[in-house]
Each structure stands twice: as C-alpha cells, then as structure tokens.
C-alpha cells in the first residue's frame, strides 16, 4: 500500500514538473511571470537548472540600460538633479562618473544583497543556497528597475538627442507640478516593487515563511539600495 502511494504521489510530482516546464519555457516567460505571478515564477525557477544563467541575464539587462541612460547624460552634457551625490565629486558631471561606477556598482550590490539574504536566512532554517539568492534577487532588481527607467530613460535620449532641455524637465521634475507627482509615483513604484520582490524571492528561494522572509527581504534591500545610492544618483 505504501509503495503505491509513493508511486502516485512520484507520478504527480512528475506530472506537475512537466506543467512547470511548459509554462516556463524561456527566459522571457520567466521575466514577465515575475511582473505578473512572481511567487509563482520564482518557485518554478527553484526548480530549473538554468536559474543562475537567468539571473545573470536579467540583471546584466538592467546594468545595460543604465549604462546606456548615463551614456545619453554624457553625449547631451546634462545631468539629474532630484537626487544629490554621495561621493565628492562635481554634481555636474556626475554622470561622466557614473559610466564607470554604474556596471560594477550594481553587481556589488546584488552580490551583497545576494550574501546578505543567504546569511540572515540560514537563520530561519533557510534551505537555498547563495545561487538561488542570486537568480531571484537579479529578476527582482530587475523587474523593479523598469518603472523608473520608464521616465528616465527616454528623458535622457531626448535631452542627447537635443529634443528637449533636460535641465529644464528635472526643474520641472523637481518643483510641485503634475510631472514631479508622477516621477515621485514611478520612483514609489520602483523602491516598493524591489522590496515586494526580494521579500518573495526569498520566501521562494530559502523556503521560509512569510514573516521572517519580509524580515530578510527588508534587511538585504536596506544594504543594497545604501551601497547603490554612495556611487550613482
């Protein structure tokens, strides 16, 4: 009797590995499921052997964008003014420095991160591993990045492209307008869906409950963002 149920209970394990499988076929369909079924998504990245190779992908997607957003910055010679610079360096040109600081600063950070969630959740008898923490945070980094890439990205093509003055969209961005609300809306959006995303993954990737994986999740984002924000603005 109990070989037979273990038979079954193998053949339904099985079975809904298969339907994993064809639910997420590619990396694409792991990417979109995070937006829309993350706890999901995450769980069924646990069970592929392509995960670390995924997360590398998705986090080097966002590196590239904001690399190439800071390129615009450098090619039109202007520079965000929301946020102020933590390094002593001009605030002007900024940006020249951030072509170099940004790519390696954002691996560090999810690195860190990465370490950090491994660390803290091996104290809630955590069972994944530091690779696992690594695939779920960089989809999570970078899913949480498209909002405020949303409204910096095309401001800072434009202003290289000299269609607009960026100067004159951050004074605009800055003071109490429609526009300034809206940034303030996407830049919420960006910081509350990296939050909700690392405290998911975490939850998926160390199979702990909820409380303490909003715990972690909460820690591993506080050093990442700080870390982040010391060398790019």
């Given at each position: 009797m109990s070989n037979s149920v273990s038979a079954t209970t193998q053949a339904d394990d099985h079975r809904a590995s298969k339907q994993t499988r064809r639910k997420f076929n590619s990396f694409r369909d792991y990417y979109l499921g995070t937006i829309f079924r993350p706890r999901e998504t995450f769980d069924a990245l646990m069970a592929d052997e392509r995960r670390n190779r995924y997360g590398i992908i998705a986090i080097a997607i966002t590196?590239?964008?904001?690399v190439l957003?800071?390129?615009?910055?450098?090619?039109?010679e202007t520079a965000f003014s929301i946020l102020k610079p933590w390094l002593t360096l001009p605030a002007a040109s900024f940006h020249?420095?951030?072509?170099?600081?940004?790519?390696?600063?954002?691996?560090?950070c999810w690195i860190l991160a990465a370490g950090v969630a491994q660390l803290f959740s091996r104290a809630c008898s955590g069972r994944g591993s530091f690779e696992d923490m690594l695939s779920v945070l960089g989809f999570g980094i970078s899913i949480a990045s498209l909002p405020a890439l949303l409204i910096d990205l095309p401001e800072s093509a434009l202003g290289a492209m000299g269609i607009v003055d960026v100067r004159s969209v951050?004074?605009?961005l800055s003071s109490q307008t429609i526009w300034h609300e809206a940034a303030m809306l996407l830049y919420g959006l960006s910081i509350t869906w990296c939050v909700v995303l690392?405290?998911?993954g975490i939850g998926a990737g160390q199979r702990i409950r909820?409380?303490?994986a909003v715990i972690v999740g909460?820690?591993?984002?506080?050093?990442?963002?700080?870390?982040?924000?010391m060398f790019n603005r």
């Open positions: 590196v590239q964008l904001y957003l800071y390129l615009f910055l450098s090619l039109g020249h420095y951030n072509d170099f600081f940004l790519a390696p600063s954002l691996f560090i951050e004074a605009a690392f405290c998911i909820r409380a303490p909460l820690f591993a984002y506080f050093i990442y963002q700080v870390v982040l924000m």
